[in-house]
């Protein structure tokens, strides 16, 4: 469940796409290679694996599109990124 902490609206999200978003967290904003993802999620990396992670990808940038704080970057070749950018006082909470 993703939670938008200004105005307390929560959003329900699909387990596949709560993975992704799991492990892109626990990456630290660290490249974490496609391959490793898909990997974790299907147990495979073939082409249509990889094409569903794009499309769950797609999703998640756009339930953070509102947020310009937080977002999910490409790094062409090797894999995904996350970028959370919090100001100082959400940073020691």
Known sequence: ??????????VTIPRREADIL???????????????ILLSLWGE???FNARSLQVL????????S??????????RGTGYKLIAEYPKSLQSE
Do not use: A, W
């Open 1 to 10: 469940m993703l939670i938008h902490k200004p105005s307390g609206e929560s």
């Open 22 to 36: 799991q492990l892109l967290c626990k990456g630290g904003g660290s490249i974490i290679p496609t391959q490793n």
């Open 45 to 47: 990396d073939d082409f």
């Open 57 to 64: 990808i797609t999703r998640l940038r756009h339930r953070f």
């Open 66 to 75: 509102q947020d310009p704080r937080i977002r999910i970057i490409n790094v």
